[in-house]
């Protein structure tokens, strides 16, 4: 059964902190994303990776920045956390190539910036 | 911008009803649009999709309707169901893209029993 997991279902951190959010994928996939989920506004990307040490911005990838030193795992670092940042964390995986290659996602991460 | 735009917000249907959700896209360079449902606590996971080579795409009680001369796409669930109620998201990408696709505002759609 393929899986992407992440590393807390739900974290609560203080304006300024660091923030880590791990994706663990076991499906061997080239591609990995990492989204935020806000109501009314969908899944909007904050960003991709293609390939090991490769990465790519998204959508809105103000404040954040990713790591990805090993295939299997995908990290979204909040270098100084703000309240603005509150919102559900999704990480995906899926193999490359082609845009019809299913996405894998992990059940999310909701962060509560205080 | 918002290159896929999604309605409605939400949707409330009755057990045995159709429910319909539709979505516009500006990029007339899309040429892959698939569905993904979300149940609470949950990843979303893909559903159905379709290309613009076709007009439609059924799948049991679901399908895609498409307009390639509208921009526009359509999910039909038919007979919906209490365990249908999730939220849905359409999406879109170039077919030659890296896999990154683009998704409208999501559907919570809630099928009253």
């Known amino acids: 059964d393929v899986k992407v997991t992440q590393s807390s279902r739900y974290l609560v951190k203080r304006t300024g902190e660091k923030v880590f959010l791990e994706c663990v994928q076991d499906?061997?996939?080239?591609?990995m994303f990492w989204y935020r989920q806000d109501p009314g506004l969908g899944l909007r990307l904050i960003y991709f990776?293609?390939?090991?040490?490769?990465?790519e911005k998204g959508d809105i990838p103000e404040g954040y920045s990713v790591s990805r030193e090993k295939k299997e795992r995908f990290s979204l670092i909040l270098e100084s956390a703000s309240t603005n940042q509150t919102s559900m964390y999704l990480c995906?995986?899926?193999?490359?190539?082609?845009?019809?290659?299913?996405?894998?996602f992990g059940p999310g991460t909701r962060l509560t910036v205080l | 911008q918002q290159q896929v735009k999604q309605s409605p917000q939400s949707l409330i249907v009755q057990k045995g009803g159709i429910s319909i959700i539709n979505c516009a896209y500006e990029?007339?360079?899309?040429?892959?649009f698939p569905w993904y449902q979300q149940f609470p606590g949950k990843g979303p996971a893909l559903l159905i999709a379709?290309?613009?080579?076709?007009s439609e795409k059924k799948e049991g009680r679901f399908t895609i309707s498409f307009n390639k001369s509208a921009k526009q796409f359509s999910l039909h669930i038919m007979d919906s169901q209490p365990g249908d109620s999730a939220t849905y998201f359409c999406?879109?990408?170039?077919?030659?893209?890296?896999?990154?696709?683009?998704f409208g505002q999501g559907t919570t759609l809630q099928v009253k029993p």
């Open positions: 990776s293609y390939d090991v040490k490769m990465k």
């Open positions: 990029n007339t360079a899309f040429d892959y």
């Open positions: 379709i290309r613009p080579d076709v």
């Open positions: 499906m061997d996939h080239e591609n």
């Open positions: 995906a995986s899926s193999s490359s190539g082609r845009a019809d290659n299913e996405q894998f």
């Open positions: 999406a879109a990408s170039r077919f030659s893209n890296t896999g990154k696709l683009i």
